[in-house]
């Protein structure tokens, strides 16, 4: 039974695919409610499959998971974006030199004037 209830969750996928290339000459609204409306009938028959109630309980237990998530207030987020930028540029400025003089040497080595 529950593979006919994937089956079914495929052929309305189809369906609204379908439903938006055979409908090319209508209006994009109603080619995208093909699409909505086939994604939407599929969700309602997944929900029903034995991976789509373990996917619904993956959602629910992310949700509470979520929850109990300590963020930053706007001073923390602040001040880790500050570092992480000064990092940025630091890094940035090491690499424009190491590059700098690598191609100094590179130059010296080939023969050319520096």
């Known amino acids: 039974m529950n593979k006919l209830k994937l089956g079914l969750v495929f052929i ?3 369906a609204g695919i379908v439903g938006f ?8 609204v109603i080619r995208l409610l093909s699409i909505l409306i086939g994604f939407l009938l599929a969700a309602i028959v997944a929900k029903f499959t034995t991976q789509g109630q373990e996917f619904y309980g993956f959602c629910k237990e ?4 979520t ?22 540029i ?4 090491f690499l424009w030199f190491i ?3 690598l191609m100094s040497l590179v130059k010296l080595m080939m023969g050319q004037n520096v």
């Open 90 to 93: 630091a890094m940035a400025l």
């Open 21 to 28: 290339i055979y409908l090319s000459e209508s209006a994009m």
């Open 99 to 101: 590059d700098a003089a």
């Open 62 to 65: 992310s949700t509470e998971e």
């Open 67 to 88: 929850k109990k998530v300590v963020w930053p207030n706007r001073k923390e987020a602040l001040q880790t974006s500050g570092v992480v930028f000064a990092f940025v």
């Open 12 to 14: 309305f996928i189809m």
